[in-house]
């Protein structure tokens, strides 16, 4: 395998030069969420070409920054922008940020998407938690050498925490946004599913599917750190509506769904900063 190219200690000590001490809590804003890096207060934030070894990322309209401060009364950094598969960066990159976060001292991800609906209650607009996924990109970032803090072999019967997912629901119920469980399906793109593809993606049990999330979930979970998984559901998977997929139309659609996700998210965070609750009960499957 190739040696590591991305020195993740030096990355984590500019994120503490420039953004000071983790909080417990990283947000990763998939399209459509974005601009919630901008309501941060108390903002510190760098961007990702800042960060030795990581790069600017080619996705429309992310910067690629983290911004550090609080929101709704809780410490947090938001992630905006990240790295794909499709856009030919090595899984190494594509995970990279989980890594620097975690070493910098996060010990709480959650993991936003945008995502085409397959199961048939889900409708553009929605919000879905993931409960599990399901890996057909067919890669992983944990292939290769065994990362300082990480596991060879980690557990997967709970990637997204049970708990953070109960209390997530319980803020949804209270707000009255509907937040259906799912499992969201990998899968490497950059082109949209086949309406085959997609019956086949029925079959094998996906809810949703979307091209980012999982490489970085396998890292957190490695790392021992607690996530939780929301997908904005921006169309009907293909075959499923008469309309074909467009892009435009995700990331207009990945903003409505948008919305509702940043009020839960806000609730979630709301809690913590009334409470305090971090990452301290961390699934005992974790590495150290
Ligand atoms: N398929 C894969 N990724 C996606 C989709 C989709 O239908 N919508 C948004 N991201």
């Not at 990355?11 to 420039?18: C, I, N, T």
């Not at 809780?74 to 940020?97: D, F, K």
Request: with cysteine.
């Amino acid at each position: 395998m190739s040696a590591w190219t991305v020195d993740i200690q030096r990355a984590a000590d500019a994120l503490q030069a420039e953004l000071g001490a983790a909080p417990p809590t990283a947000v990763v804003l998939g399209s459509g969420l974005s601009h919630l890096a901008d309501d941060v207060e108390e903002p510190r934030e760098i961007s990702f070409s800042k960060v030795p070894g990581l790069v600017a990322p080619g996705v429309e309209g992310h910067a690629g920054r983290f911004v550090a401060g609080t929101l709704e009364g809780a410490p947090v950094v938001l992630q905006a922008g990240r790295y794909h598969c499709y856009e030919g960066h090595p899984m190494e990159l594509v995970a990279a940020p989980v890594r620097i976060l975690a070493r910098w001292g996060v010990t709480t991800f959650v993991f936003t998407n945008a995502a085409g609906g397959i199961d048939p209650h889900l409708q553009p607009g929605d919000v879905a938690l993931i409960e599990d996924h399901i890996n057909l990109m067919f890669r992983s970032p944990l292939v290769g050498p065994v990362r300082p803090g990480e596991e060879r072999f980690p557990d997967m019967s709970a990637p997204y925490d049970p708990e953070l997912a109960a209390r997530a629901e319980a803020v949804a119920a209270r707000l009255g946004i509907p937040l259906p469980r799912t499992v969201y399906a990998a899968v490497l793109g950059p082109s949209y599913e086949t309406a085959a593809e997609v019956r086949m993606l029925q079959r094998v049990g996906a809810g949703v599917v979307g091209m980012s999330t999982v490489p970085e979930v396998l890292v957190a979970r490695a790392l021992g750190r607690r996530c939780a998984g929301f997908s904005m559901v921006t169309n009907r998977a293909t075959g499923l509506s008469d309309e074909p997929i467009g892009h435009d139309d995700v990331i207009r659609v990945g903003r409505e769904a948008g919305a509702r996700l940043a009020e839960i998210l806000m609730g979630l965070l709301a809690e913590d900063g009334a409470g305090g609750r971090d990452g301290a009960a961390r699934q005992s499957t974790g590495a150290k």
